[in-house]
């Protein structure tokens, strides 16, 4: 076979399957996506101790636009997965941060 054709393996080629599964490059969905999840992962974490509700409401804020942004731009159902599991994560965090002491909890007032 002179034509033989490589498959990439490996962790990256894996995820980049899955999210982009139309056979096209989406950067910008997938880095919405990620920083979702990262956003999403803070924010879930944070809000496990009351005292960090600064940080845990923020990130889940921020985590909560960008998931949103993202899905409304996601163009596969792998993005759309993630964002969703990120976007969860990062409503989470943000109503325990809120419930701790919000966005502005002894900062102001």
């Not at 996506?33 to 879930?44: D, E, F, R």
């Not at 596969?76 to 997965?81: A, K, S, V």
């Not at 965090?93 to 002894?106: K, V």
């Amino acid at each position: 076979m002179t034509q033989a054709v490589r498959q990439p393996r490996g962790p990256r080629a894996l995820i980049s399957a899955a999210l982009n599964s139309d056979g096209r490059a989406h950067p910008v969905e997938n880095t919405l996506a990620a920083v979702t999840i990262v956003l999403g992962v803070v924010a879930a974490v944070s809000s496990i101790w009351p005292s960090q509700h600064l940080l845990s409401s923020w990130t889940g804020l921020a985590g909560i636009l960008s998931g949103a942004w993202g899905q409304f731009i996601s163009a596969t159902t792998g993005e759309r997965f993630l964002l969703i599991i990120g976007l969860g994560a990062a409503a989470l965090g943000f109503f325990l941060g809120m419930a701790h002491g919000g966005l502005f909890g002894g900062l102001i007032g």
